[in-house]
């Protein structure tokens, strides 16, 4: 005997079929349609009547059997994405805190984490290519040397958001995840690189580490990326010793790595060993073809990429998530308002406004948006939300840049790599009747 699929499993398994079977020609949903998708996210839906056709309720959105979950000492329950290299990232909700512990922090590696060397003082860092005197100093002599500063500063990998494009993109599949807000120490780049004389002639770094590539060949390099001059020199791009105010631990870059907030994670080089100028824009592993690289112009989704008409991704776009409430909440009896907190950030830029809508993108409520403490923090926002009955809802979370590019709807610009989804969040809640 055949057994029915309920419409979770339909929108799960066959989501062309699920809205012609809930929406039917008109693309309303009503009647039978509204019945079955009220039954699936177990409650009545206020505002159906705006849900857009081909929008699978974001209760539904994830699979039966739910995310894996990483198993690590010393992390917590960080949502597994990939074992080789170690790739995990952290579920909206446990981002919560103002300065993201360092057990909540996402990973993302390249490559094999390497040995952590028992005497990290000693550990070497060389400054070569365009300057006037190459250095080698060690990490000892790094502290000593150059003065200390310690700033919170946001980190995000290049492929956040990278489940939301449609058709699927290559690489693993981050929601929005893949980001962090630690307290870094460390030295400024710019003093050491001013220590070594920059040549007129230096454009690009070049970052190297001395995490092993995955297949163990030594003489292959995992990756190697790096920032333009400018962002090499900006106050903010340090060598960082400490997370959190202690040594980074191994996962996370100890002894040493690159912190360039704004742009992409991989120009955040862990396990630093060298740093070379370059006279031209680096052609490191990592930094050719389509990797961490986007369309100028827009290419038609699921369609064969020319790589001349691509660029380095540099500033990540602007995104807001909400934290205080997990996807799929069920919230008392009788609740009508509800206080709604998180957080947004904008790569180079800062956050103009973030705005919430409780009724599928219909109106937009006007959030309070705290200023950051120091350049590339995020920023907190807060709303207190009153929702009109009980049932079904979802919150949909909008950033805004201070050059007023808005998160879209849907996942944009799409590109092979994934690189810069910045969907909006939606946040599934059930009001109980």
Request: hydrophobic share 40%; with cysteine.
């Amino acid at each position: 005997m055949r057994r029915e699929r309920g419409i979770d499993e339909l929108y799960r398994d066959d989501p062309e079929r699920a809205d012609a079977l809930v929406f039917g020609r008109r693309g309303l949903l009503k009647g039978a349609g509204l019945a079955a998708m009220g039954a699936a996210v177990g409650g009545a839906i206020p505002f159906a009547g705006n849900l857009p056709t081909g929008l699978v309720p974001g209760a539904m959105a994830q699979a039966a059997a739910g995310p894996k979950i990483l198993k690590m000492d010393g992390k917590a329950d960080l949502v597994l994405l990939g074992d080789r290299p170690l790739v995990a990232e952290t579920p909206e909700y446990l981002l919560d805190d103002d300065v993201t512990p360092t057990d909540k922090f996402f990973i993302r590696n390249n490559g094999q984490v390497p040995e952590p060397t028992a005497n990290p003082d000693a550990w070497e860092l060389t400054i070569d290519g365009e300057v006037n005197t190459p250095l080698k100093l060690t990490l000892g002599e790094l502290k000593k040397r150059f003065p200390h500063v310690t700033y919170r500063l946001q980190l995000e990998c290049g492929g956040n958001g990278r489940a939301a494009f449609s058709p699927e993109a290559r690489g693993n599949q981050w929601t929005n995840g893949g980001v962090g807000n630690a307290e870094w120490t460390g030295v400024r780049l710019r003093d050491v690189l001013q220590a070594a004389g920059v040549k007129p002639s230096a454009v690009y770094t070049g970052n190297y580490a001395a995490d092993p590539h995955l297949s163990g060949d030594a003489s292959r390099i995992t990756l190697s990326r790096g920032v333009p001059i400018a962002k090499a020199m900006e106050e903010h791009t340090i060598l960082a010793f400490a997370m959190n105010g202690q040594p980074l631990p191994p996962v996370h870059g100890f002894p040493l790595r690159v912190i360039a907030p704004g742009y992409p994670g991989s120009a955040s080089a862990k396990w630093l060993t060298r740093i070379t100028l370059r006279d031209r824009e680096h052609d490191g592993a990592g930094m050719t073809g389509t990797s961490y690289r986007v369309p100028k112009t827009p290419m038609i989704p699921g369609g064969k990429a020319d790589e001349k008409d691509f660029v380095i991704l540099e500033s990540m776009p602007v995104r807001a998530i909400l934290t205080n409430l997990r996807n799929g909440t069920e919230l008392a009896a009788g609740t009508r308002k509800v206080a709604l907190r998180g957080h947004a950030w904008a790569g180079e830029e800062t956050v103009k406004a973030v705005d919430v809508s409780h009724d599928f993108g219909q109106t937009w409520q006007a959030c309070t948006v705290d200023a950051p403490p120091n350049k590339y923090c995020w920023q907190n926002w807060r709303t207190e939300m009153t929702l009109p009955s009980a049932g079904y809802f979802e919150f949909w979370v909008r950033g805004t840049d201070s050059r007023g590019r808005m998160q879209p709807a849907a996942a944009a610009n799409w590109n092979p790599q994934g690189y810069g989804g910045n969907a909006i969040q939606r946040v599934a809640v059930l009001i109980k009747a």
